[in-house]
């Protein structure tokens, strides 16, 4: 199946209607697993966030976020086709479950920051373990604005973060 069309800018409604067809696509796949869980649908940026959530009725299974994160990448790959099969674009939503991905960005952020400081003080760059590419955006995001210079390496899915010095001038 060849890739669908990227629309880097999404209007707010386009945004809202991969929110929703994702959040079905979920409660379908929670449903079918007899797993308890809310979902929450959200807009950050250009995208649309899906989060499964505890429910009155118990705790979302953590094993929904699997060892490295990868049930949860599957998750969201399974829910952004579904968005394409339905709308004939590709998505750039993004599936969390039971707050994850936000305690793993504050994590990422702290290594980063921690990477900046030992960066700065040995003048040599560093390499990171492999990461998503969420992951390696938090990363980047994080060393820039510490004023370091940050790039991937690696191929997927192995593909790791090198941190290095500021170039001369910078």
Do not use: C, W
């Not at 649908?41 to 499964?52: G, L, P, T, W």
């Not at 929904?64 to 750039?92: F, I, N």
């Not at 790039?151 to 500021?166: D, L």
């Amino acid at each position: 199946m060849a890739d669908a069309p990227a629309h880097p800018e999404r209007t707010p409604a386009q945004i809202e209607v991969e929110g929703e067809i994702a959040a079905d696509y979920l409660e379908t796949l929670l449903d079918l697993a007899d797993m308890d869980g809310d979902i929450d649908v959200q807009h950050e940026a250009d995208r649309a966030v899906v989060s499964i959530v505890d429910s009155e009725e118990g705790t979302v299974p953590r094993r929904l976020v699997g060892p490295g994160a990868q049930v949860l990448e599957a998750l969201q790959e399974l829910s952004r086709l579904a968005v394409q099969a339905e709308t004939g674009e590709r998505s750039r939503l993004m599936v969390d479950v039971a707050g994850y991905r936000a305690d793993r960005r504050k994590a990422l952020e702290q290594l980063a920051d921690r990477t900046v400081e030992a960066v700065r003080e040995s003048g040599t760059e560093r390499s990171l373990e492999p990461m998503t590419a969420f992951e390696r955006k938090v990363v980047h995001d994080r060393v820039l604005a510490g004023g370091l210079h940050s790039s991937s390496a690696g191929e997927e899915p192995n593909r790791y973060v090198v941190v290095s010095p500021a170039p001369a001038g910078e």
